[in-house]
T-cell receptor, first 110, second 118 residues
Framework: GIQVEQSPPDLILQEGANSTLRCNFSDSVNNLQWFHQNPWGQLINLFYIPSGTKQNGRLSATTVATERYSLLYISSSQTTDSGVYFCAVPNAGNNRKLIWGLGTSLAVNP | DTGVSQDPRHKITKRGQNVTFRCDPISEHNRLYWYRQTLGQGPEFLTYFQNEAQLEKSRLLSDRFSAERPKGSFSTLEIQRTEQGDSAMYLC????????????????FGAGSRLTVL
């Protein structure tokens, strides 16, 4: 099955810093989603981004499907950005079943 | 619409007992998913409903696990004869898809039900 790798596994930032999180996947996909899981466990969908670039406030994401990777950019980080960031892709073209990476655990210090 | 609701939020049980979790999806969503997440891991797919039909089940879902969505609205996930290895966060998500098999499928998750088996 498809493999999803995220890097870095852990990241510590000072408030106000910028960061880039990466998601590599081993096979062609027709969509990719980025999620944020807050320290209380709630998963929030950040982006549905099969290709190209999208922006939402201080966050933006870019997926280069032909090269099998996606990037999540966080600018001017805030303490509320802390948590785990996951990317997920559909399994073998089946968009009903998502395969998830292990996540990037982000801590933003004041 | 208050999002996806899960109940209970926390459940502590003794090994061998049965537990049931409930999920109320966003009302207009036609798809409902159950995922399981253990510490340090991403969510793992368990099962999926399209309306009331259970269309896919993971091999992770042993015969001790059963899920239902009787009227295509809320869903229950029951674990019989719980084992310590069942301790995890059980996540429910729903989505609305109108684009067929490959249409956009953006998931909205509930807050999860955390199970601890002693």
């Amino acid at each position: 099955g498809i493999q999803v790798e995220q890097s870095p596994p852990d990241l510590i930032l000072q408030e106000g810093a910028n960061s880039t999180l990466r998601c590599n996947f081993s096979d062609s996909v027709n969509n990719l989603q980025w999620f944020h899981q807050n320290p209380w466990g709630q998963l929030i969908n950040l982006f549905y981004i099969p290709s190209g670039t999208k922006q939402n406030g201080r966050l933006s994401a870019t997926t280069v499907a032909t090269e099998r990777y996606s990037l999540l950019y966080i600018s001017s980080s805030q303490t509320t950005d802390s948590g785990v960031y996951f990317c997920a892709v559909p399994n073998a073209g089946n968009n009903r079943k998502l395969i998830w990476g292990l996540g990037t655990s982000l801590a933003v210090n004041p | 619409d208050t999002g996806v609701s899960q109940d209970p939020r926390h459940k502590i049980t003794k090994r061998g007992q049965n537990v049931t979790f409930r999920c109320d999806p966003i009302s207009e969503h036609n798809r409902l998913y159950w995922y399981r997440q253990t510490l340090g891991q991403g969510p793992e797919f368990l099962t999926y409903f399209q309306n009331e039909a259970q269309l896919e089940k993971s091999r992770l879902l042993s015969d001790r696990f059963s899920a239902e969505r009787p009227k295509g609205s809320f869903s229950t996930l029951e674990i019989q004869r719980t084992e310590q290895g069942d301790s995890a966060m059980y996540l429910c998500a729903s989505s609305l898809t109108a684009g067929g098999f490959s249409g956009a499928n953006v998931l909205t998750f509930g807050a999860g039900s955390r199970l601890t088996v002693l």
